[in-house]
């Protein structure tokens, strides 16, 4: 737990003097509150000896001192929590960005194995508790504090056992205080959970209406969103319940205390054990100090739910990135793309085996000859992508397996490997910003003809001119929808913009038609002579100009050769060709 709490210093420091000033702040309202029933302690005493005296009474005097008091405390407590729960926003906010900025940082794989949802509700969710950490509830245990350790003493001074005997029933209030938070806290976090999906219903009914309508299930949405807003109401009737509990059980404390007062110090006061302005500004501490102390019950709850949700966040901090540089990498220049797999096994680590997951690589070795074009074809499933993704390093290898001229990848520096090679991903993924912002991503500049340039290599001219603000228009949410053959495009666009000397185009053709594609293909030709290119299809017409092709059969290279020499082998290979070509001559009919 402290060691949790030790992580949130850099972080406060930062703001230190404003904590220092919040606190100091704190003291003096709560010092100026106080002082008030002392002052109303004198207006009585005042009162009672003009009266005895038979002098002029002026208590419009005590009057304005209260009212001046009182004001004063109100401004500089609005300053405490100025400064108090601004740090805290502060401090969530900069956690915040050091938080993405992490996670930018984390592997690929980090990301499988966490839920995207448990990623949110952390940086989300639990920065707000951690928030309320380092504000609230440093603002009232402070406060809390203070107004103990200044009125009791006071208390005491006029009547130790009126004190103790009021006093008695407040550790009680605590424990019940503490309860009670506890359930507005589950309650309130049912209330958000039930939100949560109720938005997230209404979300997907809305992107999956055209499958919805396809589907005919229309009404059963309604009906199934009908159950969620209904239980998302009875969440909230549930929480409203116990909230409406509140103000009466501060209220019944107070109560209880003045209870107490009255019965036994108004006795005192006939005695003449304390004097009636005594009476009066003892009921005034207890009022003051009813609050703080139901509070503090509530505040010992959310220093828990901030503390575990601190923990959970410091989780995330703690993941490291395992594809990084290292004491073993050294600068380096990729100036030819050639490339050489040696003996390569990979098994991506499984939440049940650990790392003895089954293997999706299997005893790989290859090269391939800087500016050569080769392919790779294969049965799904059979490791392709898994084999890219290695080679790009978007996932953990160990050294010794894979060479760019000649260096083993795991000590080329990653700036280094990161913009000379570029990947077209299976399934591209676009931001929701102009197409020029989406072609121009991952290289230097996205000015002039570049962007236009990959554009039109990428063949996506002609679909460009037909948007409303050509490469300037706004696409995803916010604008206009690609089809699918257009998002490979653009992508493919974007791994051009970047000019990289090695190309992998993983299946970035499935949805782009025969006739496009051999378009594209044609327009490729020229950039693909002076690079590497790597690139994987289910197509046969796609792959049969490489220079080389791999089939791959079950994390396995089966055969290796040119087009010609493969449909002789008569395997894999030709049996896909055949069975291609077969279903070409069908369409056609
Ligand atoms: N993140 C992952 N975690 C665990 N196993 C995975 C992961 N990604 C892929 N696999 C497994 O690794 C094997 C190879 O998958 P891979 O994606 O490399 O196949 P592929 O040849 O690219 O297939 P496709 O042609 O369908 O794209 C498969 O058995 C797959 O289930
Ligand atoms: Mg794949």
Redesign the pocket.
């Known amino acids: 737990m402290l060691k949790d709490l030790l992580t949130l210093i850099p972080y406060i420091r930062r703001y230190f003097w404003t904590y220092v000033a919040g606190c100091l702040c704190l003291l003096a309202s709560n010092g100026l509150a106080l002082l008030i029933p002392w002052l109303t302690k004198q207006t009585i005493e005042h009162l009672q000896y003009v009266r005895q005296a038979n002098e002029l009474a002026r208590p419009h005097l005590f009057a304005i001192l209260i009212l001046v008091v009182a004001a004063v405390q109100m401004v500089i407590r609005i300053g405490s929590r100025w400064f108090l729960l601004g740090n805290s926003r502060k401090v969530a906010h900069d956690m915040r960005n050091n938080l993405f900025a992490h996670l930018q940082t984390l592997n690929p ?1 980090y990301y ?1 194995q966490m839920p995207t949802g448990d990623l949110m509700s952390r940086t989300i969710n639990d920065m707000q508790y951690v928030q309320s950490l380092v504000g609230p509830v440093i603002l009232y245990v402070t406060s809390t504090l203070i107004m103990y350790i200044g009125a009791i003493p006071i208390m005491l001074s006029m009547s130790a056992r009126l004190t103790l005997l009021a006093l008695i029933p407040y550790p009680l209030f605590m424990v019940i205080f503490k309860r009670f938070a506890s359930e507005l806290f589950s309650r309130s976090k049912t209330v958000q959970e039930r939100l949560a999906d109720v938005s997230t219903q209404a979300q997907e009914s809305m992107s999956g209406i055209q499958i919805i309508k396809a589907y005919v299930q229309e009404e059963s949405q309604s009906r199934h969103f009908e159950k969620l807003s209904r239980n998302y109401f009875d969440s909230n009737i549930g929480l409203i319940k116990v909230h409406s509990l509140l103000t009466p059980m501060i209220r019944a404390v107070g109560a209880i205390g003045m209870l107490v007062i009255i019965s036994y110090g108004g006795a005192s006061v006939i005695a003449g054990r304390i004097t009636l302005g005594e009476f009066v500004a003892f009921s005034g501490y207890l009022a003051i100090l009813a609050m703080p102390t139901a509070f503090l019950g509530m505040i010992i709850s959310a220093s828990q739910r901030g503390l575990s949700s601190l923990r959970r966040v410091n989780e995330v901090f703690q993941a490291q990135p395992t594809i990084t540089d290292t004491e073993r990498t050294t600068p380096f220049v990729i100036e030819h793309g050639e490339i050489e797999v040696q003996d390569l096994s990979f098994a ?1 680590p ?1 939440i049940e085996n650990g790392n003895n ?2 293997f ?1 690589l299997r005893n790989l070795s290859f090269s391939i000859p800087a500016g050569s074009t080769v392919a790779i074809v ?10 890219v993704h290695l080679i790009a390093r978007l996932l953990e290898i160990e050294p010794g397996k894979i060479f760019i001229d000649g260096r083993d990848i795991t000590s080329i520096p990653l700036a280094e490997l990161r913009s000379k090679l570029a990947l077209v991903p ?1 399934e591209s993924f676009l931001f929701s910003l102009t197409l020029r912002e989406n072609i121009s991503f991952g290289s230097a500049d996205g000015e002039g003809s570049v962007v236009e340039k990959a554009a039109r290599l990428a063949g996506l001219e002609p679909d460009i001119s037909g948007f409303p603000s050509g490469l300037e228009t706004i696409i995803g949410e916010r604008g206009i929808n690609l089809s699918g053959g257009q998002r490979q495009r653009t992508a493919l666009a974007r791994a051009l913009a970047a000019n990289p000397t090695i190309l992998i185009l ?2 970035a053709f499935s949805s782009v038609d025969t006739h496009t594609e051999e378009q594209v293909l044609k327009n490729l030709r020229q950039v693909l002579k002076e690079r590497t290119t790597i690139m ?1 299809s ?1 197509r046969i017409s796609t792959v049969k100009d490489a220079d080389k092709i791999l089939v ?1 059969e079950e ?1 396995q290279i089966v055969e290796e050769g040119s087009h010609e020499s493969l449909i002789q082998l008569k395997g894999i290979y030709a049996d896909l060709y055949e069975k291609q070509l077969l279903m070409e001559e069908l369409e056609e009919l």
């Not at 294969?378 to 084999?387: A, D, N, Q, V």
């Open positions: 794989s499988i991506y499984s997951g089954r999706a294969g049965h799904t499933g059979s490791g392709k992508t898994t084999l299976q993983d299946d994987i289910h791959m994390g």
